[in-house]
């Protein structure tokens, strides 16, 4: 039997559903729903991207604390946050976009490159599957890190795969096979921009922020080939670095760490809101805004896919 079809079994076999409770899917098409992890045993403990490099217990506990219960606050202006207990010795499993690729009640569990991050999976298939997912987990030796690597287009039926780092190509069809919708890959190409979240925010009414240093030639191309220049922004490298394109969009409002003018006022100009708020504990790990949540409602959410801005 082939691997996307022993696949397709094994994730109806694994993907039973949990008796439904107050807090599953179904129940989200109201308000976008995000999942989230306090920073109680956060930390840079070993290094597995460039910016952990020289960062090694650097985070401030306090600023720690302040910076995220601040992004939380944000968030809760226009959505529901639910919390995944934080676990000792897993400093990153604050970063809950890696839990999962969410669509409607399916969750694609990710399957770590690193072992520093693998006994996280445990935890994230427990929590989704105890909230009504149907979890399905990928072949051993398909690596895939959720909504990390994987993005859907605010407009089109269009997932957005980035690979080349953390994530395999061979994850591909077994993305399609599970949401039901066309996978564009992106090969990331910049260690800096290890995740497609680092380097690529599809936003509402198809609108797209991206650095187009952190892709292959043709991977641009294909950028270039699906957004038509006035939805598209290429964002410079200092908007890069600081994590313009790690955003949370919901609705009409764009939360993220920092950007430029350029930016702000183009993002202005598509009626965004731009919503500034430093997360610099987490960029020593790598990490801004959009890493640190996870958006559950994906496909039921009014501001997902096929939608328009709303105000919220
Ligand atoms: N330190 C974490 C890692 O290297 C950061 C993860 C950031 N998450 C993201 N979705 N980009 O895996």
């Known amino acids: 039997m082939s691997d996307l079809q022993d696949f397709k079994e094994s994730s109806e076999r694994f993907g039973m559903q949990v008796e439904a409770q107050n807090t599953g899917p179904a129940e989200m098409a109201a308000r976008s729903r995000f999942l989230m992890c306090a920073p109680e045993h956060f930390d840079v403990e070993y290094v597995i991207n460039p910016w952990m490099k020289g960062q090694l217990h650097a985070p401030d506990h306090a600023r720690v604390a302040s910076q995220w219960s601040d992004l939380r606050n944000l968030i809760r202006q226009s959505a529901e946050v639910v919390t995944l207990p934080p676990v000792k010795s897993l400093p990153d499993l604050v970063f809950t976009a890696n839990a999962a690729l969410v669509y409607e009640n399916v969750a694609v569990l990710s399957s770590f490159r690193c072992a520093e991050r693998q006994p996280e999976a445990p935890h994230n298939a427990d929590w989704l599957r105890a909230h009504g997912f149907d979890?399905?987990?990928?072949?051993?030796?398909?690596?895939?890190?959720?909504?990390?690597?994987?993005?859907f287009d605010r407009r089109e039926r269009l997932l957005w795969f980035g690979h080349g780092f953390r994530?395999?190509?061979?994850?591909k069809p077994f993305l399609e096979a599970s949401t039901g919708i066309e996978v564009e890959a992106l090969r990331l190409r910049d260690p800096r921009f290890y995740h497609l979240d680092t380097c690529f925010c599809p936003l509402e009414d198809g609108c797209l922020l991206y650095f187009p240093g952190a892709f292959t030639e043709e991977s641009n191309a294909r950028i270039e080939a699906r957004v038509t220049p006035g939805k598209r922004l290429a964002v410079e490298e200092e908007d890069a670095v600081r994590f313009t394109c790690n955003a949370v969009n919901i609705g009409g409002k764009v939360i993220l760490n920092d950007t430029s003018p350029r930016t702000a006022a183009w993002l202005g100009e598509r009626?965004?809101?731009?919503?500034?708020?430093?997360?610099?504990?987490?960029?020593?790990?790598?990490?801004?805004?959009?890493?640190?949540?996870?958006?559950?409602?994906?496909?039921y959410s009014p501001h997902g896919l096929g939608s328009k801005i709303t105000e919220l």
């Open 135 to 151: 979890v399905h987990m990928l072949p051993p030796g398909v690596l895939f890190e959720g909504a990390g690597d994987a993005l």
């Open 167 to 171: 994530s395999d190509i061979s994850a």
């Open 271 to 299: 009626g965004f809101e731009v919503v500034k708020t430093p997360l610099s504990e987490f960029m020593r790990s790598g990490g801004a805004a959009k890493c640190l949540s996870l958006r559950l409602n994906e496909g």
